[in-house]
């Protein structure tokens, strides 16, 4: 079946970076574009970046363009999250998602405090 495996997120103070990684499995990763999904307590689960099934394309929420950068490995079936200047804002679970299934994995936290 469809699943994601998210790491790397952790305590970070702000102005600092992190490096999120997703591995996919069960589909054609290299046909599907991909996307990072970030939620807080309370709040619906918000689109931050995607990215198309060949990495040509991407897009971003605004809160996050030109600070994050997402990017894919089609041989290795992961694709990642680069984050700099993170704000306390930043902070949420992270999930990486593939567009055209509904299946989400079990995310990673990334806290942004002094």
């Known amino acids: 079946q469809v699943q994601f495996v998210e790491s790397g997120g952790g305590l970070v103070q702000p102005g600092g970076s992190l490096r999120l990684s997703c591995v996919a499995s069960?589909?054609?990763?290299?046909?599907?574009?991909m996307a990072w999904y970030r939620r807080t307590p309370g709040k619906e689960r918000e689109l931050v970046a995607r990215i198309s099934s060949t990495g040509g394309n991407t897009d971003y929420a605004d809160s996050v363009k030109g600070r994050f950068t997402i990017s894919r490995d089609n041989t290795k079936n992961m694709v990642h999250l680069q984050m700099n200047s993170l704000k306390p804002e930043d902070t949420a679970v992270y999930y990486c998602?593939?567009?055209?299934?509904?299946?989400w994995g079990q995310g990673t936290q990334v806290t942004v405090s002094s």
């Open positions: 998602k593939a567009v055209l299934f509904e299946s």
């Open positions: 069960g589909f054609t990763f290299r046909n599907v574009p």
